[in-house]
């Protein structure tokens, strides 16, 4: 089958856009690893798959799909590049827009400066809701290094041994914002053992479902550096739930302002959070590369 996709790239964060509301797209794993395969295919972090709604407040509904060909819940830049191609393939899409998500409504804002703000809904502490199998929901969950992985948060230290910039105890925080994510507090994101340490913890069996891996480090109150280990991607230039995660974490560990600047590999993006009981709000770009056909 030949379908018509759209490469997008929010920060460096890159995505192909199947636009299937026309014609109905159902895309099995090895499909969207075609697809992802910088090779073979047209190349992404993730295959972007939009719809049409079941909500009557949405304008579209989107699907995420990670290179490895499984499927996620949410992605902070694909949204936004969702949003900058509805501006321009969409007559009546201009301004607000709604955008299905995993049965709920995100609001959308397409800024007069080009930039896309987003509703990410409230961020999720509930361990339930990773999932994170705990006995207790805490602040900063302790990482113990083990002789072997288990379910009480160990993990082998032979492997992390000389990748660890700091000694024992690890802590993170651990939030839900549609996709699940890990956040530790670093000293340098330069020197972090973002591969060796995302991709142990990725799997942990704590998280049934794996996890993003986040790892900050805080320059002052408003401005935050951030590299992430995205599940099924690896680490990638740029994350739109990982930098709102990593804010929502340090606004609880009460390290951060209700304004945050997140400065990522690929650029900048613009958090806004007041606390608990409030949704949180992103602000950044997106930005249509090429567009073409591809058989399937």
């Not at 509301?21 to 295919?41: H, S």
Request: net charge negative; aromatic share 6%; charged share 15%.
């Amino acid at each position: 089958m030949q379908v018509r996709f759209s490469k997008m790239q929010g920060l460096g964060n890159d995505f192909v856009l199947l636009d299937a509301r026309a014609t109905p797209i159902e895309l099995t794993p090895v499909q969207v690893q075609r697809l992802a395969d910088r090779r073979y295919g047209v190349g992404c972090d993730q295959v972007l798959l939009i719809d049409s709604p079941s909500l009557p407040t949405a304008s579209v509904r989107y699907r995420v799909f990670n290179a490895d060909g499984s499927a996620a819940q949410h992605c902070g830049n694909g949204v936004r590049c969702v949003a900058r191609y509805l501006a321009q393939h969409t007559p009546h899409a201009r301004g607000a827009l709604g955008v299905e998500i995993g049965g709920q409504v995100y609001q959308l804002q397409l800024e007069a400066t080009g930039l896309v703000r987003v509703d990410m809904g409230e961020p999720c502490f509930d361990p339930a809701a990773l999932p994170l199998r705990v006995p207790a929901r805490l602040a900063r969950y302790p990482l113990a290094l083990g002789a072997s992985p288990s379910t009480d948060l160990a993990l082998n230290a032979m492997a992390l041994n000389a990748a660890l910039p700091q000694p024992e105890p690890l802590t993170f925080g651990a939030v839900c914002l549609g996709n699940p994510h890990a956040v530790f507090a670093v000293a340098n994101v330069e020197h972090a053992p973002v591969v060796e340490l995302g991709a142990a913890l990725q799997d942990h069996p704590a998280f049934p479902e794996r996890v993003n891996v986040g790892f900050m480090q805080v320059l002052d109150t408003g401005h935050i550096r951030l590299r992430v280990f995205e599940r099924g991607a690896g680490e990638t230039p740029a994350c739109g739930t990982g930098a709102c995660a990593a804010v929502a974490v340090g606004r609880v560990w009460g390290e951060l302002a209700a304004r945050v600047e997140v400065l990522l590999v690929g650029g900048s993006l613009t958090i806004d959070w007041p606390g608990p009981g409030h949704r949180l709000w992103m602000t950044g770009p997106a930005q249509s590369v090429f567009e073409g056909s591809i058989e399937l």
